[in-house]
């Protein structure tokens, strides 16, 4: 069985600064993936950035780079100069296993306030 | 290019009645899940299809049923709603499924209220 733990249930960052929100995972397949997600209010979930099991460097997507550190189980979110729009709930997610077609095991997610 | 669209946005119904929601995928993709997210449950994976098969199925009552068509649009189902169904339902489409590499896109949701 797969599982995602975000440890942090809110974090506060000021306008402009750096902030990590972490993600730990576990899994018994050599073969996975790892998901950033921002879901606003609203409701929609955007895509932010992904990691595959057997890339060699961190991902990183704009303002979004992902701290894959395999042997930790660690994949943890930095988001680089916070901007007020970034304050929302981000999800950490998982695929695991040639056969889990489609299917995703989410974290219980973190919410993000960016202060003035 | 058109993002992943989900009709309708937000609905009403109640107890004992049923529901259908609608996903029409980005062009191109054939893979469509579907997501329950709830307050208490957090997400929970529904079901995914692929070319208009089934491959994929979470740990949901056979109430929650759904099928996709040839041109890759998916419908889901709930029938005898519970006050428990309650949620927002979230549908995502990629080219092939995330284990085939592919990204995972998400709808803005269906927000569902039963009472």
């Known amino acids: 069985a797969q599982k995602i733990t975000q440890t942090q249930p809110g974090m506060f960052v000021q306008e402009k600064e750096a902030v990590t929100l972490d993600c730990t995972y576990d899994t018994s397949d050599q073969s996975y993936g790892l998901f950033w997600y921002k879901q606003p209010s609203s409701g929609e979930m955007i895509f932010l950035i992904y990691?595959?099991?057997?890339?060699?460097q961190n991902a990183t997507e704009g303002r979004y780079s992902l701290n894959f550190q395999k042997a930790r189980k660690s994949a943890n979110l930095v988001i680089s100069a916070s901007q007020l729009g970034d304050s929302a709930m981000y999800f950490c997610a998982m695929w695991a296993g040639g056969t889990s077609y489609g299917k995703l095991t989410f974290g219980q997610g973190t919410i993000l306030t960016v202060h003035p | 290019k058109a993002g992943v669209t989900q009709t309708p946005r937000y609905l009403i119904k109640t107890r004992g009645q049923q529901v259908t929601l609608s996903c029409s995928p980005i062009s191109g993709h054939r893979s469509v899940s579907w997501y329950q997210q709830t307050p208490g449950q957090g997400l929970q994976f529904l079901f995914e299809?692929?070319?208009?098969?089934?491959?994929n199925k979470g740990n949901f009552p056979g109430r929650f049923s759904g099928r996709q068509f040839s041109n890759s649009r998916s419908e889901m189902n709930v029938s005898t709603l519970e006050l428990g169904d309650s949620a927002l339902y979230l549908c995502a489409s990629s080219l092939g499924g995330p284990e085939s590499g592919n990204t995972i896109y998400f709808g803005e949701g269906s927000w569902l209220t039963v009472v």
């Open positions: 299809y692929f070319s208009e098969t089934q491959r």
């Open positions: 990691q595959g099991s057997y890339d060699e």
